[in-house]
């Protein structure tokens, strides 16, 4: 279950108050059900058997719907023999819809490991509601999208699906499994929308702009000029933990494109700290050294707008009109083409202005 302060009000919830669909959920039935719903879904399965070992590149689409009598299901990625508990799974992604979350495992010899919950965004899937699964094989991790929407990732463990034979769906009566190769992921994302530009800071959005939702890549066709800025301005998560803003050279998840700036605010379990931690960053093939400053001061739960200035040698940060870090150029700004916003900070308008009409404040 989610917790109800991470139910935002765009899904008609009041923050702070309890749905009665989760105040009438009978836990303790759940709890005593959930061996038998387990065995159900483990009985309708759907196995892919692999004519050639997965790589770089290979594209695993799964479709299906949950049914109400059973509410749990499983992509599973694997060797050995799928249908008993010898089998070694290097991949077991577990949605489990009572509690709305999913869980990522890797089972060697009969031994699961430590789980992994963490996803970029609300758990998707609902009873009777079809669903797409998509999944990308990447050199360290597959990365897993629902309906065209990056929803997580997940490094490779040992066994690794590298090494894998089959693919295998359980808990889903209608299921598809399809396997190929592709060179965009996720292929049923939408073509990302254009960060518009206003002539000064607080210019009023036009109706044409877009509505923004959470994890979101924005083009950035004509960059970030010179003496412009990116602002974002947007609602801090109750329980911050952690958020990113990268300036990316494409608009696109996977294949990785480079981050010329990444802005991530970690706040953790500390999240009520007078400051929070700051790291600047670049990644071209691989992460650059961090810059790393204990400069943000964000209140968890409230509103927050972000400025990154580009400067003639440097992009300035800014939050609430308070520098929070700097970061030297490590490639020509002129590559910046797309924006991403990952994690805690749920964006409400993002666009692009001259950094003159805004307050410059240490």
Known sequence: MTCVNCVRMDYDVEEGTIPRDFIEYDFAEDALDFETQLAEARDVKFTHTLTEPLSIGSHIICTGTPSDDLPWFAVNIGSGEPDSARGEIAVHFNVRIPQCYVVRNT???NKWGLEETTAFRLFP??????????????????????????????????PSPLTAEWVQITGVRDATLKVQ???KFPTLAPIPVEVPFRPSLDALAEDTEPSWHPNVIA?????IPEGHQLVIYGKLRPLLHSF???????PREW?????LAHVNVRAYFESQRERQLVVLNAWFGEWGVERRQRTARLIPGTYTRLRIVRQPAD?????????????EFRASAEGVRAVRVRGDLYPQQIYITPASSSPIRD
């Open 219 to 223: 083009s950035l066709s004509k960059g």
């Open 255 to 259: 294949p990785r494109p480079n981050v």
């Open 244 to 250: 990113a803003i990268d300036l990316m050279d494409t």
């Open 125 to 158: 899937f609902k009873i009777d509601q079809p669903f797409t699964i998509e999944i990308v094989v990447d050199e360290k991790e597959t990365l897993w999208a629902i309906d065209g929407m990056q929803y997580c990732s997940y490094a490779h463990r040992i």
């Open 181 to 183: 190769k592709t060179d």
């Open 315 to 327: 992009w300035a940060i800014y939050a609430d009109d308070l520098l929070i870090g700097e970061l």
């Open 107 to 109: 089972r060697k010899h």
